[in-house]
């Protein structure tokens, strides 16, 4: 085996598939989150609210698929405009609570996003972004839900849709218990 060589290398093996024009995807995938959690604060900013808090959890299963909430958390991070958080959930089933003994937060959140098990690996088509109440009450809760809706087929891939509290009930529900058990504000 030649040294700098990574055909001859059989840890490189799968690995061959990424190049320049995945770094571009990635990052433009990276800029397209920051635009849209500044659009997204900017409602909480200007009136003097607490900074915006988001967690993310990652009930994913593959390395690509939990690089790519990485990827999301410190696009969200590196924003400056929201506080994020990442819990990973070790959920049996996409629609299994992933919060499920986890400790509760000593502040609420404004937005959670879960991740499920089964997107990485093609089993699952879904990502949830939850919201306490009515999102149409909150402008900014509702610009974020829309804007996060059409960005998450572009960080997981064109198959990879998000619902929120107003496109489905398990979505509904479970953004009305984590508001009761102080997941949400």
């Given at each position: ?25 990635m990052r433009r995938t990276a800029w397209m989150v920051t635009a849209i959690l ?6 909480a900013v200007t009136v003097g609210a607490a900074p915006y808090r988001v967690l ?130």
């Amino acid at each position: 085996m030649l040294l700098g060589s990574r055909m001859a290398d059989p840890v490189w093996d799968g690995v061959s598939d990424v190049g320049p024009a995945k770094g571009v995807e990635m990052r433009r995938t990276a800029w397209m989150v920051t635009a849209i959690l500044c659009s997204l604060v900017v409602g909480a900013v200007t009136v003097g609210a607490a900074p915006y808090r988001v967690l993310l959890v990652d009930g994913t299963k593959t390395l690509e698929a939990t690089l790519r909430v990485g990827g999301l958390a410190g696009a969200i991070r590196q924003s400056g405009f929201a506080e994020v958080s990442v819990i990973f959930s070790n959920a049996a089933s996409t629609f299994a609570d992933p919060l499920v003994g986890q400790p509760l937060p000593t502040t609420p959140f404004d937005l959670i996003i879960i991740i499920p098990r089964g997107v990485g690996d093609g089993t699952s088509d879904l990502v949830w972004l939850l919201v306490a109440g009515s999102p149409g009450a909150n402008p900014a809760a509702s610009s974020a839900l829309s804007l996060l809706s059409s960005s998450m087929g572009l960080v997981f891939g064109s198959g990879v849709r998000a619902l929120g509290p107003l496109d489905d009930l398990w979505a509904a529900l479970t953004a009305s218990l984590y508001a009761a058990e102080g997941w949400l504000r």
